[in-house]
């Protein structure tokens, strides 16, 4: 079952922004500590010692102050909220049932990258404005940055693939949106831009393709000095 | 005590095959995380990192010296 379609009462999301639901109410006014100490769970598909936790979150404290501030963020949660992690003597982890969209994202990403495990729907909207956005953009914790840097990594390419499989599909408007979010994600990727110009040839429109590949030259040579490499000048070379 | 400052540089980099040119380095920073990132450039020379990040470190030392 696609988690995004069972219904919890908990949600923990880091794409984007992070925010933390409990039954669809966002919970505005919780303490930067509890919210790096839901996200980061969140992004551990296990439990986590609390040992790893508190010196991975709290790295220049000291161990003891470390473990203060992990169980200060944990206080902080009311009753209720706290039901959303699962607490041992050793070890934390978000509570079974609590849907986190970055989970979601995941195996979303992974499906399109593997031709022949996709969902029914992976192929939509959902899944371009999903691959769209940035992990927890304005975090700076080491761990945060990490994760981000994995996930631009794997939505690029998944956005690549994406574009590929719409254009095959026939599917060109939807492929040139899935092109155009791999571009804006990182203007100077060719592989990108070359998608984008493949997309338009597909669908016959040479002179979009031509103003792709003006739009891709211009940008290189304002910005680095550089022209565009052999491979994607040969994509144009039998319509200039 | 001075307060505590600390910068952020990400570097990003990846290979063009076929570029006169292979290297892109995206360079992020900020010389405080307490504010968002302050730059964003790409870079396609090596120098030109090395360049980059011994500024930001000036920059870095720079705002630690001031009062």
């Known amino acids: 079952m696609n988690p995004r379609n069972a219904v919890s009462d908990l949600e923990v999301s880091v794409l984007g922004s992070f925010s933390f ?29 609390r040992t790893a936790l508190a010196g991975t979150l709290w790295p ?3 161990e003891e102050h470390a473990h203060a501030s992990l169980r200060s963020a944990l206080s902080r949660l009311s009753d209720i909220d706290r039901s959303v992690v699962r607490i041992t003597l050793q070890e934390l982890a978000l509570a079974d049932g609590v849907f986190v969209d970055i989970r979601d994202a995941r195996l979303l990403a992974h499906r399109i990258l593997n031709p022949g495990t996709e969902d029914k729907g992976d192929l939509d909207d959902r899944a371009i404005s999903t691959l769209s956005v940035d992990l927890l953009p304005d975090w700076y914790d080491d761990w ?31 492929a040139c949106s899935a092109a155009l979010a791999a571009v804006k994600a990182e203007p100077l990727r060719e592989t990108a831009h070359a998608a984008l110009i493949q997309i338009y040839l597909a669908e016959g429109n040479r002179a979009e393709a031509l103003a792709a590949y003006e739009h891709y ?20 070379e039998d319509i200039q | 005590m001075a307060l505590n400052h600390t910068g952020l540089m ?15 380095a995206r360079i992020r920073l900020t010389r405080d995380i307490g504010t968002a990132f302050e730059s964003e450039v790409t870079l396609a020379d090596v120098p030109q990192v090395s360049a980059a990040v011994e500024s930001w470190l000036q920059d870095v030392i720079l705002d630690g010296e001031a009062p």
Request: charge should be negative; glycine fraction near 6%.
């Open chain 1, 21 to 49: 639901l409990v039954h669809g109410e966002p919970r505005r006014d919780l303490p930067h500590g509890s919210q790096r100490l839901l996200a980061f769970l969140a992004l551990r598909d296990r439990a986590v010692a």
């Open chain 1, 60 to 62: 220049e404290a000291s």
């Open chain 1, 144 to 174: 945060a940055v990490a994760e981000a840097e994995e996930w631009r990594q794997l939505r690029l390419h998944a956005l690549d693939a994406l574009a590929e499989r719409l254009t095959a599909n026939g599917r060109y408007a939807d």
């Open chain 1, 217 to 236: 030259r211009e940008l290189l040579s304002s910005e680095l000095g550089l022209e565009p490499t052999s491979l994607i000048q040969a994509l144009i």
């Open chain 2, 10 to 24: 990400i570097i990003r980099t990846w290979i063009e095959q076929g570029s006169s040119k292979p290297l892109r």
